[in-house]
């Protein structure tokens, strides 16, 4: 049926996982040597996740390179 939700727990939000291993991406992300365009894929991608609410984001590779990014909204009606 469309437009149902099944019952269960709730989806942890990133907002919560980032806070709850915050000392584990801060390392991780030193280690990594991010070149300029990694660093501004992932400025884009976090500025999306901050924004939408329920959704979508798609990241399109090519030749091992993040080409584009989608993202698609969704509303809950209620």
């Known amino acids: 049926m469309e437009g ?4 269960g727990p709730r989806p942890r939000s990133i907002r919560v996982m980032v806070d709850a291993s915050k000392s584990t991406a801060d390392d991780q992300l030193s280690e990594l040597a991010l070149t300029e365009e990694e660093k501004l894929v992932l400025a884009k991608v976090a500025e999306i996740l901050r924004k939408i609410q329920f959704g979508t984001v798609v990241l399109v590779v ?3 390179k993040v080409v584009q990014v989608e993202m698609a909204e969704k509303f809950r009606l209620r």
Do not use: E, I, M, R
């Open 62 to 64: 090519q030749d091992g």
């Open 4 to 7: 149902t939700l099944l019952p």
